[in-house]
């Protein structure tokens, strides 16, 4: 019974060009296609259907690649990776019992569904769809000109992917144990005495908060800036 059995680490593949085309894309095509169906009508079944098999391309995405090279430093990459499986077999899960297809409140002039489809695939929050009925957002602040809303994503993309480098190298100086090395480890030392215990590992939890959220915020950013510029969305 090896179908579901999560490898060892040092039986994990490294990514290069094979674990590309035979893992990672086939987990984001599956969640592609569960996209592609969620826009189009009476494909309920369909969907159904389809979320097995984009269940286990993640999970066998997940625990089979090795973005790290064995790099105790990069081990963060793996677990963002495999959050980010964990969040398209979620986000497909609540595609998938949808009764009446998703609708996109902004038309394209040049409508497509495949535009339409990327576009809900990467958008974090449903903006734009009905998906997101009932959600209250902030007014935009950001430019409203192409050009100038790109250039303030991208700088936006590289603040927070330099905050995030600063926090995460906090967090691995502050417990080396736990974050550097591949066996892991616990945020909790029992040789300091409680209160200096305590407070290391708070200080520790709200960091990594804080890495997480630089994070999406920059993998938001980045995405943002790639379909304004490259796939022509609206701003």
């Given amino acids: 019974n090896d179908f579901l059995r999560v490898p060892p680490t040092s039986a994990t593949l490294p990514f290069d ?3 590309l085309f035979t893992y990672v894309l086939p987990a984001f095509l599956a969640y592609y296609i569960v996209a592609v169906l969620a826009i189009l009508p009476g494909t309920r079944m369909l969907r159904i259907t389809m979320w097995p098999l984009n269940v286990f391309l993640a999970f066998r995405a997940a625990v089979s690649v090795d973005f790290s090279d064995k790099n105790p430093q990069r081990m963060s990459i793996n677990f963002g990776f495999s959050f980010a499986m964990f969040c398209i077999v979620m986000r ?12 996109r ?6 409508a497509s569904i495949f535009i339409d489809e990327l576009d809900l695939a990467t958008n ?9 009925e009932g959600l209250r957002f902030p007014p935009e602040t950001r430019p409203t000109s192409r050009l100038l809303f790109a250039v303030y994503v991208l700088l936006s993309a590289l603040y927070h992917s330099f905050i995030c480098g600063i926090l995460h190298i ?3 100086t502050l417990a080396p144990e736990a974050f550097t090395t591949l066996r892991g480890g616990t945020i909790f030392d029992d040789t300091l005495p409680p209160l200096i215990r305590y407070t290391r590992s708070s200080i520790i939890f709200v960091l990594t908060a804080f ?14 800036f790639i379909g304004v510029t490259i796939f022509q969305q609206d701003p």
């Fill in 105 to 110: 409140r902004v038309k394209r002039t040049q």
């Fill in 17 to 19: 060009m094979y674990t």
């Fill in 211 to 224: 890495v997480i959220y630089t994070d999406v915020q920059m993998k938001y950013d980045i995405a943002t």
């Fill in 124 to 132: 974090l929050r449903g903006v734009g769809w009905n998906w997101s």
């Fill in 170 to 172: 906090s967090i691995q």
């Fill in 92 to 103: 497909a899960l609540e595609w998938v019992f949808l009764r009446d297809p998703l609708k």
